[in-house]
């Protein structure tokens, strides 16, 4: 019905993109904008304009809470992203091998990622709980003294979120992974084999670095996360006890809405955006430079 | 082809009408955060006389209060305001008036005589430059303990008046083989138990310094300490499972009989009720340290500015449902709150509740909760400080105090 002519089908593309960047520009990027912008006013309940400086900024900084949450963002990070990205790929490595039923086992271990984040919260807080979960199980299968109380500790519950996002996680990370790995030439693994290198030395050194790529996209999925932690930690802790649990996206929406603290909660939000931008740009810089390289 | 058309175009007409048909009806959508069995009974009693009144209720239940009131505020800053929305008694609304966001009700107050009906620090905490903008629509009191009456009996104590009896029950509970004491463990919550011990312990004057002139020096001062110390004492005693734990959940650890003690406000009672228990003999109530009063907390029902004039008429028919004695008193009892409209008839109300009525309407004997005196920012500050001691592993009792006098001037 429409002539297509290169000239006039790279138009319709761009047309087709313009209310999607406007929608990126505006709401996107303007908001983020506008968000820095309020946590240099004394906004509370409601954004106003009344210029403070960094006073947020100050209050941030001096928040115990504050500081709780982004100690639990890096442990977090530095816990859940290696744990899931091993559990993922030894998953995904020993489902390569081609074992019998292998629909199946991939469907189990995705399993836990179809579930939200909530829901996980939830069953990993009961079958936590001190008093009727897997401790009373244990219990009651003779253990008399078995008892497992890491969810309502201060020092300890931060492992018991980890864990449920650890085991919410491992399928997707196993399902990208094995995507790469059925791209690995069956020719290495038959090299492999004559040159008769051990299992995890193969693993360690020729194949992980051939599937980079899927690395990558995994890192990047935990990496969100990571940043975006809040479902789980509201179902499974609340937040507690105390404030032991504490991450920077309840925070900031803690501080938001009941708190009436609008201005304080904009201060976190863009501290945690110029953390991010602190990671991420580096990296691309990085990627483009090597890639830049290469050609 | 033209008949499919056409015939397509009429249905779609006459649907239309059909859709017109019940534009003259009263909806009201009211956002609020009762949800449990008995809040839920009791917002039937209202939706039904609303109904009565010829109006249709459109109930929009948010678990959880700080849920409900971040929903309501969005929807209203975003341009949909709901009818009604239910907050607590005190400063949450100043924003929202000062923005302008809220109809001003000084009107129907005057012509339904709300200074003769209703109590007047629950009014006044609702009244700005003399204008009236939330209405009062449950009275609570805060610093209640509960107890399960025959274990109470089975280890051979009475109700526990003072905090040294309390403990003895406590450990003789303990030594029974049952959960001394079941708090609920949402920092909202260990806040209301905190603020109940100060009272009784640190007594009125101590406590007034505190919430009203949110005086630091008050809060480093030798009675807020024995508070703290005795609150903390108190902390040995409740049970592994706490943290995090709803109110719900650990009301019926005390009503299965698993427990011996809760803490709560009045509004358990709703929750023993609709499971059927009754006071004095399933279950006992006391203040400890009675003598220096009760914590006034309550509800208050805010009425957006209105989106048009089908909505201004929803909400003068909410406002006759909410101030009908009958009705509110109805409310009240399932519930378990205090019913506030005077007038209502109190032959209903269990012992514990009348107890609650008795207090609330004496100035003397009646003080208000910090909720309804600090803004929500030093709500919060000092609820995190509260939150961070009453854990295992947290704040000793020296670092709480420094934590609490600092929160009281968060902004």
């Not at chain 1, 709980?129 to 219990?139: F, H, L, M, S, T």
């Not at chain 1, 708190?259 to 691309?284: C, I, Y």
């Not at chain 2, 929750?271 to 059927?276: C, H």
């Not at chain 2, 203040?287 to 929803?314: H, N, R, T, Y």
């Amino acid at each position: 019905m429409f002539a297509t002519s290169p000239s006039n089908s790279r138009l319709q593309a761009t047309l087709t993109l313009v209310p999607v960047a406007f929608v990126v520009l505006s709401v996107y990027v303007g908001g983020v904008l506008w968000a820095a912008g309020i946590s240099f006013t004394r906004s509370s309940m409601l954004p106003n304009y009344r210029f403070a400086g960094f006073t947020q900024y100050i209050n941030l900084f001096s928040n115990a809470r504050w500081h709780v949450s982004l100690t639990n963002m890096a442990l977090f990070a530095v816990i859940f992203i290696p744990v899931t990205l091993f559990i993922g790929y030894s998953l995904a490595a020993m489902i390569n091998r081609g074992v019998r039923g292998e629909n199946a086992l991939r469907t189990i271990y995705l399993y836990p990622f179809a579930m939200s984040f909530i829901v996980t919260g939830l069953v990993w807080r009961w079958l936590f709980d001190p008093n009727y979960g897997i401790a009373d199980v244990a219990r009651k299968l003779g253990f008399e003294n078995a008892s497992f109380d890491w969810i309502v500790n201060a020092d300890t519950a931060i492992f018991t979120i980890i864990f449920a996002a650890v085991w919410h996680s491992s399928g997707l990370v196993m399902v990208v992974l094995l995507a790469g790995l059925r791209g690995v030439d069956d020719d290495l693994w038959k090299a492999i084999r004559i040159e008769g290198i051990p299992a995890w030395k193969a693993h360690l050194y020729i194949i992980v670095p051939s599937i980079g790529a899927s690395i990558t996209t995994a890192l990047v999925l935990m990496c969100l996360t990571v940043v975006r932690l809040f479902d789980v930690v509201v179902a499974m802790t609340g937040g507690g006890p105390g404030i032991a649990t504490d991450v920077p996206a309840k925070f900031i929406i803690d501080h938001m809405f009941e708190r009436q603290q609008v201005g304080l909660a904009s201060a976190a939000a863009t501290t945690l955006l110029l953390l991010v931008l602190l990671v991420s740009v580096p990296l691309l810089y990085l990627k483009n430079r090597r890639k830049g390289a290469v050609e | 082809m033209i008949f499919k058309l056409l015939f397509t175009a009429t249905t779609a007409v006459a649907l239309c009408f059909a859709a017109s048909a019940n534009a003259d009806e009263i909806k009201a959508e009211v956002i609020h955060q009762w949800t449990s069995a008995a809040e839920s009974a009791g917002v039937k009693v209202l939706a039904q006389k609303f109904t009565e009144l010829g109006g249709s209720w459109v109930d929009n239940a948010i678990s959880g209060g700080p849920n409900a009131r971040a929903t309501a505020v969005n929807r209203v800053v975003g341009g949909n305001p709901p009818a009604a929305m239910l907050f607590n008694t005190g400063a949450q609304f100043i924003e929202l008036q000062e923005n302008e966001l809220l109809r001003d009700l000084t009107e129907t107050a005057t012509a339904d005589n709300w200074q003769e009906k209703m109590p007047q620090a629950l009014l006044n905490s609702g009244t700005v430059d003399g204008k009236i903008w939330a209405l009062p629509i449950s009275g609570n009191g805060a610093n209640w303990f509960w107890f399960n009456k025959p274990i109470l009996d089975k280890i051979g104590v009475s109700t526990p008046k003072t905090w040294d009896e309390v403990f003895a029950a406590l450990d003789k509970a303990k030594a029974a083989g049952l959960i001394p004491f079941a708090p609920s463990g949402e920092p909202r919550w260990e806040r209301l138990m905190f603020n109940a011990v100060v009272l009784g312990v640190a007594g009125r004057e101590t406590y007034d310094a505190v919430i009203y002139k949110r005086d630091a020096a008050a809060v480093r001062g030798d009675k807020f300490k024995a508070a703290v110390k005795v609150f903390e004492k108190l902390k040995d005693y409740a049970d592994a499972g706490s943290p995090g734990r709803s109110w719900p959940d650990s009301t019926n650890l005390v009503i299965s009989g698993k427990a011996l003690m809760t803490q709560g406000g009045t509004w358990l009672n709703g929750a023993f009720a609709a499971a059927g228990k009754s006071a004095g003999s399933d279950y006992e109530c006391a203040i400890i340290g009675a003598d220096q009063g009760m914590i006034i907390s309550g509800d208050v029902f805010l009425f957006p500015e209105p989106a048009d004039d089908a909505m201004a008429k929803a909400q003068d028919l909410l406002l006759k449902t909410f101030t009908d004695i009958p009705t509110q008193t109805a409310f009240a009892v399932a519930n378990g709150t205090i019913p506030i409209l005077k007038g209502a008839d109190t032959s209903k109300l269990n012992s514990c509740i009348a107890q609650a009525s008795h207090y609330f309407s004496d100035a003397k004997l009646a003080t208000a909760g910090d909720q309804m005196m600090f803004p929500p920012a030093v709500v919060g500050a000092v609820e995190d400080a509260i939150t961070r001691f009453w854990s295992k592993g947290g704040l000793t009792a020296d670092q709480f105090i420094e934590a609490y006098a600092n929160g009281l001037s968060a902004s």
